[in-house]
């Protein structure tokens, strides 16, 4: 790669390219993608005092001052010590217009370390705004972090009804399993949340979707004894002879948190 191409690179990586370093280089398309992947792919850059204030003014939505310090040549995409970078902080605390600025000036919206993308870390607060800010600038609805779970599968199981909706009409999987091997409707139904569970199965989502063990909603909801479930999932035409698809005898349960 010439010297001029990884000076570019590094422009990437700080969150500062622009359409003229297109021109002057003259890459096309391809070239640019595979640019911007390859800057995605190197360590994040270790945050700086400027980078570090940065990151703490995000938190805080203090957008004047991120402005003033992105001005002064703060680094958009560094992470401090906790492997956090700014968007990051920003999506967690619900910032609206501090994500906004963020991407504005270069953020990625999938983002560089912390414990789960900024996307996730937003749906599992609830932040909605947040949420679609995110995605309408490119963020991946699947993106899962450390807990292993998809930002949908964390919004619903803290409920965040508003949340799950964004996520779904944006196309997030909804074949996606916790950590103990329940799907999205076996959430709702062993957290005994109808409100939840009627707006999956509105938005799409199968009524015969079965669990890593081969059970289904149902099984759940009337094995627990939850009528109004089990109703639910009939109306929304849930199978009786489906509910034990391909039972497993057993397997090691997983106590981690979700």
């Given at each position: 790669m010439s010297p001029q191409k990884l000076a570019y690179r590094d422009r990437l990586e700080a969150g500062i390219s622009s359409p003229?370093?297109?021109?002057r280089f003259k890459t096309t398309e391809r070239e640019q993608s595979a640019l911007i992947a390859d800057a995605r792919s190197m360590p994040p850059r270790r945050a700086q005092a400027g980078d570090i204030q940065l990151i703490q003014a995000a938190a805080t939505g203090d957008t004047v001052r991120m402005a003033a310090l992105l001005t002064s040549g703060a680094h958009v995409n560094a992470?401090?010590?906790?492997?956090?970078n700014a968007l990051l902080v920003a999506a967690r605390a619900g910032e609206v217009e501090g994500v906004r600025l963020l991407l504005k000036a270069g953020a990625y919206a999938d983002g560089r370390?912390?414990?789960?993308?900024?996307?996730?870390a937003?749906?599992?607060?609830?932040?909605?705004?947040?949420?679609?800010?995110?995605?309408?600038?490119?963020?991946?609805?699947?993106?899962?972090?450390?807990?292993?779970?998809?930002?949908?599968?964390?919004?619903?199981?803290?409920?965040?009804?508003g949340v799950v909706q964004v996520l779904i009409e944006a196309g997030a999987s909804q074949q996606v399993l916790d950590r103990a091997g329940d799907n999205l409707l076996t959430v709702a139904v062993t957290e005994n949340n109808p409100e939840m569970l009627a707006l999956l199965l509105r938005l799409g989502v199968s009524p015969d979707l079965a669990d890593s063990n081969g059970l289904t909603a149902l099984y759940w909801a009337e094995y627990l004894k939850r009528p109004e479930?089990?109703?639910?999932?009939?109306?929304?035409?849930?199978?009786?002879?489906?509910?034990?698809?391909?039972?497993?005898?057993s397997q090691p349960y997983n106590f981690g948190e979700f």
């Open positions: 003229e370093d297109i021109e992470v401090d010590a906790q492997n956090q370390g912390g414990t789960m993308p900024p996307l996730a937003a749906a599992l607060r609830g932040h909605t705004m947040v949420v679609r800010l995110l995605i309408r600038n490119g963020a991946d609805v699947d993106g899962v972090g450390e807990n292993a779970q998809s930002a949908l599968m964390n919004a619903v199981k803290l409920k965040h009804l479930l089990a109703l639910l999932l009939r109306k929304a035409g849930a199978d009786p002879l489906r509910k034990k698809t391909e039972l497993i005898v």
